[in-house]
């Protein structure tokens, strides 16, 4: 079967960096998509990573390893506005998306 | 700019009724999807829609169904209603027909079925 595996809840400190892991193991790759989501509210695109190694955007880092089924979502600089779920989620060999169950992040002053 | 949008927001339903989710987007984008969120699941797909006048099923589209008339609509509706219904539904849709990954989506629907 097809899973993705991330923690469930993370906390850190506001002004530091946190890495929120994934591991997948699914039926074909053809990306690997990282979305926030604030509590209440609807999923936004975070990043994309089709090849092996890290994509930077701004504050948000992405990395990924396919030969170890392995992600990473690296956030610095950590603001209060960051406290979200994150969500990784794998695109399949039929192009479909399977979700992890996302990772709460909280941020404390 | 509208995006995609959802109605109702919220909606409390008896089991056994009949219910259509609606979702309409504004950005003339080709493929459409509905999940439904539950505590401690992933995301997971109940039905899609390529494009303008085709359906798919997604993993759980047991107990739903959906139409695509056009490109804007893409309703879902729950033909008799069951408890296990209860969750929160999302709508999105991407720019190109195959699924890029990068999906827009609406507000959610919490829809309670007691």
């Known amino acids: 079967g097809q899973n993705i595996d991330q923690p469930t809840e993370m906390t850190a400190t506001e002004g530091a960096i946190v890495q929120i892991n994934c591991t997948y193991q699914t039926s074909g790759f053809n990306g690997l998509f990282w979305y926030q989501q604030h509590a209440g509210e609807a999923p936004t695109f975070l990043s994309c990573?089709?090849l092996d190694g890290l994509e930077e955007k701004g504050r948000f880092s992405s990395f990924l390893s396919r030969s170890k089924g392995y992600s990473y979502l690296l956030l610095k600089e950590l603001q209060m506005k960051d406290s979200a779920s994150y969500l990784c989620a794998v695109l399949d060999s039929n192009y479909q998306l399977i979700w992890g169950a996302g990772t709460k992040l909280i941020i404390k002053p | 700019i509208a995006g995609i949008t959802q109605a109702p927001t919220s909606q409390i339903l008896a089991a056994g009724r009949r219910m259509t989710l609606r979702c309409t987007q504004d950005m003339r984008h080709n493929a459409m999807y509905w999940y439904r969120q539950d505590l401690g699941l992933g995301l997971r797909l109940i039905h899609y829609?390529?494009?303008?006048?085709?359906?798919g099923k997604g993993e759980v589209p047991d107990g739903y169904s959906v139409s695509r008339a056009n490109t804007d609509d893409f309703p879902l509706t729950l033909a008799s209603a069951v408890p296990s219904q209860t969750s929160v539904y999302f709508c999105?849709?991407?720019?190109?027909?195959?699924?890029?990954?990068?999906?827009?989506f609406g507000e959610g629907s919490r829809l309670t079925v007691l």
């Open positions: 999105a849709s991407s720019g190109t027909e195959e699924n890029t990954g990068e999906l827009f």
């Open positions: 990573n089709v």
């Open positions: 829609s390529n494009t303008a006048g085709t359906t």
